[in-house]
Nanobody, 124 residues
Framework: QVQLVESGGGLVQSGASLRLSCAASGRIFSILTMGWFRQLPGKERVFVASITWSVGAGTSYADSVKGRFTISRDNAKNMVYLQMNSLKPEDTAVYYC????????????????WGQGTQVTVSS
């Protein structure tokens, strides 16, 4: 199994930046892809971004965050990051880190392990 722990959420104003972090532990060697999803109460989790774990990582982004969010990883530290710039109120959600097999998979059902989530709130 892979254990994931997110951090870095908070309350910010519109236009501000935040960086989310995800620490991975456990069967690190089995990780192929890491990603971020977000979820509103009563709604399904929605794909935000993903990155392959290996060197020469490919990335994928939801259209709603392209040009504003950047996903990155530090293999030496077993960390994945989501740099969020120009935040908007509609970015408000609980953000989840996830581990999966396919970088371009946007359905949460295709991802295997999840963190506990971190709240991001953007005020207008």
């Amino acid at each position: 199994q892979v254990q994931l722990v997110e951090s870095g959420g908070g309350l910010v104003q519109s236009g501000a930046s935040l960086r989310l972090s995800c620490a991975a532990s456990g069967r690190i060697f089995s990780i192929l892809t890491m990603g971020w999803f977000r979820q509103l109460p009563g709604k399904e989790r929605v794909f935000v971004a993903s990155i392959t774990w290996s060197v020469g990582a490919g990335t994928s982004y939801a259209d709603s965050v392209k040009g504003r969010f950047t996903i990155s990883r530090d293999n030496a530290k077993n960390m994945v990051y989501l740099q969020m710039n120009s935040l908007k109120p509609e970015d408000t959600a609980v953000y989840y880190c996830a581990q999966g097999s396919i970088t371009t998979a946007t359905s949460p059902q295709l991802w295997s392990y999840w963190g506990q989530g971190t709240q991001v709130t953007v005020s207008s």
